[in-house]
């Protein structure tokens, strides 16, 4: 973008000294091209390479440290959600799913590759007779893709004017409670690490 402004400016300044400008402006315009080519040497180039340079890279890195990143979270609800049993996976394996679907819906309203991949709610849903009913998880719920049938209509439910890139988080939530009842996280304190809300923001 910068270089493209650039650009456009050299281009108007351009047509406008050949174009524009008459014989007593030109001359104007050549002896304050003159002046500044003679003072330039008063800041050294390298100065101002090296401050633009330090400015792009800071830039892009904000960019890349505002990117939500669901690996830790994904590794800490792998890590506290015990149990080797099919229910147990299941639990965790939505957990994660519940995750991907949040960056998926932040994704597409910033990435014009996901919006692509995905240009309308209806490409995250995929219905499907293959889904796993597990008692005490609503059928519907444990199909293997970003969001069920049943999820996208009880998204589609909740009316609010911002974007509810929180819902999946908070089914989420309602998993991991569900299985700190079942005794499926052994301690309070991993329990309470896990439902800390700000550490979802951070990542959202």
């Known amino acids: 973008m910068e270089l493209l402004i650039w650009c456009v400016l050299y281009a108007c300044l351009s047509i406008m000294y050949r174009l524009i400008l008459v014989k007593h402006h030109k001359e ?67 957990c994660i799913r519940y995750l991907v679907l949040m960056e998926a819906l932040v994704f597409r309203d910033i990435s014009t590759l996901v919006r692509r991949r995905f240009p309308t709610m209806n490409h995250l849903v995929t219905s499907g007779s293959n889904s796993q009913v597990i008692s005490g998880i609503p059928e ?23 974007a509810k890139y929180w819902l999946p988080i908070q089914w989420l939530l309602s998993l991991v409670t569900l299985a700190w009842d079942e005794k499926k996280i052994k ?11 700000s550490g979802f923001a951070r990542i959202a």
């Open 28 to 94: 104007i315009f050549e002896n304050i091209c003159i002046f500044f080519n003679e003072h330039s040497s008063f800041i050294p180039v390298t100065f101002m390479l090296g401050f633009y340079v330090s400015a792009v890279f800071n830039r892009w890195r904000q960019v890349f440290d505002n990117i939500g990143w669901i690996d830790q979270p994904s590794l800490q609800i792998t890590q506290s959600i015990r149990g080797e049993d099919e229910r147990s996976k299941m639990i965790r394996r939505n």
């Open 140 to 162: 519907g719920y444990l199909l293997r893709s970003l969001m069920t049938a049943r999820e996208f209509e009880e998204f589609e439910k909740v009316s609010t004017p911002h």
């Open 187 to 197: 301690g309070e304190v991993i329990y309470v690490s896990l439902v800390d809300v």
